[in-house]
């Protein structure tokens, strides 16, 4: 059974694992790059690397960088007044090495993605949105700043008032991405933040295209009991005037799902809303086992 | 009291701390860069880490690298296939990175190394032997190598037939190493590996004329017993042609040196050789006490 999720950070690295873990499901993985970064002169994925290092069980503690990981580089840079707010582990820092001197070599991002997959014997296929330049900018009161700066250094405290993706106008699919979504059976949407991890991989027209076009789309969503379980996603939604709770997640994949997987906290939303389809499932993935019922059960759907 | 030390790595380092400690000396420290290198497209200095890492009382536990260093992504760096022979620690790695990061800025060798200087809170003046590039090539039996290959990789085993410091004779030296030289009261030549650590300096023409004309230059013998306490030193000049022991050495400095202290335990070779006063010293360093009591001593000289 062919699949393809859609997937920001930690949540869908989750759900990836489980689908990983699956032997009937041969599994690609599309990942959001609107996060990446240039920090030190590093290229920095963070999303390729939460999904990557979560699918060869080697994910941080509280789901992103490296298990085991120290954090003696970042410290010491403060020394130099070079700005460390960005927490890089002194393990995870080889990675991003690695692909620094790759691309540097000419290599592109998804050329990369793959050696780091085969680097860590992973059989899923690890392809980022796009190897073209995309860059979320979210505006704040003060103005338009990076997301790294809304995320890291701001601690996405401040309320969002508008979202950019940057380059996703003129950026094209990875090679193999379109492929991959007209060749699945079903195409999930992994229990992502809807604007800041799955729309820049949407915003490229020809994989919102893909999407509208494939029989198949369900998305997963990332709200329980209307809250996000780690980040911004309620909050953001709220201020950039989504509706809350489910309806919020339908009104962002409108056109795009079929099917919309809520939590069970949320079943007082089930039924159709706005032409989408919505059913419940216990979406908290707390560990591997948690993310394989998970994606058994959206297999059966 | 102003006092001009040429140092390579260890040795140099650990005179420079003695002179350091000397309420009344002014001390200038010009380093040799003919073993810089860049790694992971990193500029790496070994010789210039290690004298301010020295200075600062963080010098690792070989007198190389960091204190508390931890080598995380050094191991980290095998997954992906890179070179990891030569060690790079964690915390060394910021300033490797500072560096790097700074002079992809503009800014020259010179300046970074008094950036640094100023992090690590040191008042001696800290300078390259050039901001251009100079790089040592050895040439063994299967040819011509970097210092690196020679050094790092092969484990300086390999019989070393010829050396060049290429560049060097189209090299300046960096700014304020002439004036500091010329306005000493006297140059040290620090306890380095005379045709590997010493030679690429003063292979800058200017900087060797300066010391040829300076009045008082004084060179320690890296020889203890006619050996080298660490590192390659007797074995090189030996494959190199040099006389054995002090003869060696004086050979290496003949012309530029005044004064040649030896080692106690080479007692035997007090007296002139070939125009250069050789008198004795206890010139182990094995601790900070060590270092400056015969910083004091040459002072003394």
């Known amino acids: 059974m062919k699949v393809v999720e859609l997937s920001g950070g930690v949540g869908g690295a989750r759900l990836a694992r489980g689908l990983a873990a699956l032997d009937r499901v041969d599994l690609t993985v599309v990942v959001n790059v609107g996060d990446d970064a240039e920090n030190h002169g590093l290229h920095i994925s963070p999303d390729l690397d939460t999904v990557a290092y979560t699918l060869a069980r080697m994910e941080g503690p509280l789901g992103w960088g490296r298990a ?6 970042n410290e010491e840079l403060a020394r ?17 090495m690695f692909r620094t001197r790759r691309m540097a070599e000419g290599a592109s991002l998804s050329e990369v993605t793959g050696e780091v997959a085969r680097a860590f014997g ?29 995320f890291v250094d701001r601690r996405h405290q ?15 699919p990875a090679p193999g991405v379109l492929e991959a979504i007209e060749d699945a059976d079903i195409v999930l949407i992994g229990p992502s933040n809807p604007p800041l991890s799955i729309q820049p991989i949407v915003a490229i027209e020809e994989i919102r295209t893909a999407l509208t076009e494939h029989p198949k789309v369900l998305a997963v969503s990332p709200l329980v009991g209307g809250k996000a379980l780690k980040g911004p996603a309620d909050r953001v939604m709220a201020s950039l005037g989504y509706p ?16 919309l997987i809520v939590d069970t906290r949320d079943a007082g939303d089930i039924g159709e809303i706005d ?11 707390p560990d591997e086992e948690a993310s394989i019922r998970l994606a058994k059960e959206l297999m059966g759907r």
Chains 1, 2 share one sequence.
């Open 158 to 172: 401040d309320s969002v008032i508008g979202l950019e993706y940057q380059g996703a106008d003129i950026a094209a």
């Open 68 to 73: 085991d990981d120290t954090f003696h580089f």
């Open 244 to 259: 809350p709770g489910t309806r919020g997640v339908v009104s962002a994949y409108r056109g795009m799902v079929d099917l």
């Open 275 to 285: 032409g989408v389809m919505v059913e419940t499932a216990d979406t908290l993935m």
């Open 122 to 150: 992973l059989e899923t296929s690890l392809l980022p949105a796009t190897n073209d330049r995309v860059r979320t900018r979210v505006e704040i009161e003060e103005g338009w700043v990076s997301f790294q700066e809304y």
């Open 80 to 96: 130099f007044g070079l700005d460390n707010r960005f927490q890089l582990g002194d393990r995870d820092l080889a990675l991003k």
